[in-house]
C-alpha cells in the first residue's frame, strides 16, 4: 500500500488540498498534475463527460450519437454518427458496432490516464491499469454466465442456454405454466428482447435443423430461429411485475445503496418500439428497503467496485434479480437531480476505496428518452430540460433516440407531468418526413 499526501494550490476539482490518496493494489491514482485526462468510451458519454467537466478534468470521449452537448462538455470526441443536415443517423440496431467505439478510442488511450467504460464497451479492450471501475466484467455482461454465478444465492428467473431448436421447445412444453422471453446473452438497453409467443412455439416444433442452413429468411421474419440456433441467445422465464432498479455505490470492502428507481420499459408514448426498450426511471423509488439490501448482497457477491446497478423484477412480494449493470448506469442524471450529488465523483472515489456520504434523497426526478414517432427532422430542441441534442436538420428515423428530457421536483406527479408536458413540445419541435 501505498499513501499519498497531496499538497498544491489546486487542481480545479472538489477535492481539498492535502487529500490522502491510499493507492491500493488494482487502483489508480486520479488526482495530481500528471492525471488529469480521463477517456470515456461508449454509445452514449454526455452525461458522464458533463460531470467530469465540473470536477475540472480533461475529457475525452469515444461514442456513438457525438451530440451536440456532448461537445459543450468533452475536450475531445469522436463519434461513429457525423450529424449532417437533411441526412438520416440510420438505425441503430444496423449501425452500431462496437469495434468503430474501441478503433477510435484506442487512438486516444495513449494521452489518457484513466479510462471509464460506459454502456456498449468493454474494460477489456484497453490497458488494464488505465480502467476506472470493474476490469473483468465477462462473467456479468454475459446473461447465462451471470445467471450461473447467482443462481445458488439468490431468487433469479429460470434460464436456459439451448444447444438448439429442439431443446428450447423441449425447455418450454415442459414448463406450461410459464412464459419464456428471449434475450441477447449480451447487450443492454433492451434491445432485442421479445416473448416467445404460442404461435412460435408452433412453428418451431415443425423445423427441420437439416434444411436451416437453405432457410428462405421470409420463413424466420422474426429471426428466432436463426438465434435459437446460435449460442448467443438465452431463453429466460418472463417474470411480470414491477421493474426497479438500484444504484449501488461500492469498494473492495464495503457496498452501500444510495438510490432505488422505477424503471420506464416499452412506452409507446415516449417512441419506443422496442417491447421491452429501456425508455428512462423515475426517483426514488418508494418502496421496500429489502430492494436495497439485496443490491448490495448481489455487487458483493459479484465483487464489484465503483457505481453498479443491479435491475429487479417485484411480483408478488418477491424480487428477482434480473440483470447486472457493472458499470455508471442510465440512472446517472436522476441520482444527480435527487440526491444533489457529483455521480462521477462518487464513482472515482469508490474506485479508490472510499465511499463518499451519500444524502437521502431530497427531490423526485425523472428520465425520459424520447424516440422519434415517425421518421423527423430535427429542429431547435434546446430547451431546459432537453438534453442529448442532435444536431438541427438531420433526420431521425421512427423508433431511434432523439433527445432525452429531464425534470426534478419536490412532488412526483408534477416531476412526471413536467417531463411529458416537455416530450410534447419535443414532438411539436420535429418535422415529420413523408413517408
Known amino acids: 500500500m501505498v499513501i499519498l499526501l497531496v499538497f498544491?494550490?489546486?487542481?480545479?476539482?472538489?477535492?481539498?488540498?492535502?487529500?490522502?490518496?491510499?493507492?491500493?493494489?488494482?487502483?489508480?491514482?486520479?488526482?495530481?498534475?500528471?492525471?488529469?485526462?480521463?477517456?470515456?468510451?461508449?454509445v452514449n458519454t454526455r452525461a458522464v463527460a458533463c460531470s467530469l467537466?465540473?470536477?475540472?478534468?480533461?475529457?475525452?470521449s469515444s461514442d456513438y450519437f457525438g451530440t451536440m452537448d456532448l461537445r459543450s462538455c468533452a475536450d475531445r470526441v469522436q463519434s461513429v454518427l457525423d450529424q449532417k443536415p437533411e441526412s438520416s443517423c440510420g438505425k441503430f440496431t444496423q449501425r452500431f458496432n462496437p469495434q468503430l467505439i474501441r478503433d477510435m478510442a484506442?487512438?486516444?488511450v495513449d494521452d489518457a490516464y484513466g479510462i471509464i467504460c460506459c454502456a456498449g464497451s468493454s474494460p477489456s479492450w484497453f490497458p488494464s491499469h488505465k480502467i476506472i471501475g470493474n476490469r473483468d466484467i465477462g462473467g456479468v455482461e454475459d446473461k447465462f454466465s451471470l445467471y450461473q454465478k447467482l443462481k445458488k444465492h439468490f431468487r433469479v428467473p429460470e434460464t436456459h442456454l439451448p444447444a438448439d431448436i429442439h431443446e428450447a421447445v423441449e425447455i418450454v412444453s415442459n414448463a406450461p405454466g410459464k412464459k419464456f422471453i428471449l434475450k441477447p446473452r449480451s447487450g443492454a438497453g433492451g434491445y432485442g428482447v421479445r416473448i416467445l409467443e404460442d404461435k412460435n412455439i408452433g412453428l418451431l416444433k415443425n423445423i427441420d435443423l437439416g434444411l436451416l442452413k437453405d432457410m428462405d429468411?421470409?420463413?424466420d421474419p422474426t429471426n428466432i430461429i436463426r438465434e435459437l440456433s446460435s449460442d448467443e441467445c438465452i431463453l429466460q422465464e418472463f417474470v411480470d411485475g414491477e421493474n426497479i432498479s438500484a444504484s449501488v455505490l461500492s469498494t473492495e470492502d464495503e457496498a452501500r445503496t444510495i438510490l432505488t428507481s422505477t424503471q420506464i420499459i416499452g412506452d409507446t408514448k415516449l417512441g419506443q418500439m422496442e417491447p421491452f426498450g429501456y425508455c428512462g426511471n423515475t426517483v426514488p423509488y418508494i418502496g421496500d428497503m429489502e430492494i436495497s439490501e439485496l443490491a448490495q448482497k448481489v455487487v458483493t457477491h459479484l465483487s464489484l467496485i465503483g457505481s453498479n446497478g443491479v435491475d429487479f423484477m417485484a411480483r408478488n412480494g418477491e424480487l428477482y434479480v434480473i440483470e447486472v449493470n457493472p458499470r455508471l448506469q442510465g440512472t446517472f442524471e436522476c441520482a444527480e437531480l435527487s440526491l444533489g450529488m457529483n455521480m462521477a465523483e462518487a464513482h472515482l472515489e469508490a474506485c479508490q476505496g472510499h465511499l463518499v456520504e451519500v444524502p437521502a434523497p431530497h427531490r423526485f426526478a425523472v428520465k425520459m428518452v424520447v424516440h422519434a414517432l415517425q421518421s423527423s427532422t430535427v429542429g431547435n430542441l434546446n430547451f431546459p430540460g432537453v438534453c442529448d441534442l442532435p444536431r438541427p436538420g438531420v433526420i431521425i428515423e421512427r423508433g431511434e433516440p432523439l433527445v432525452t428530457v429531464l425534470s426534478s421536483g419536490q412532488l412526483r406527479e408534477d416531476v412526471i407531468y413536467t417531463a411529458r408536458k416537455l416530450v410534447g413540445k419535443v414532438y411539436n419541435s420535429v418535422k415529420v418526413e413523408n413517408q
Open 8 to 42: 498544491g494550490t489546486g487542481d480545479g476539482g472538489s477535492t481539498p488540498l492535502g487529500t490522502i490518496f491510499i493507492l491500493k493494489e488494482n487502483h489508480i491514482l486520479l488526482k495530481g498534475d500528471h492525471m488529469e485526462n480521463i477517456l470515456l468510451v461508449g
Open 217 to 219: 429468411p421470409e420463413q
Open 53 to 60: 467537466k465540473k470536477l475540472g478534468y480533461t475529457v475525452y
Open 106 to 108: 484506442l487512438e486516444m
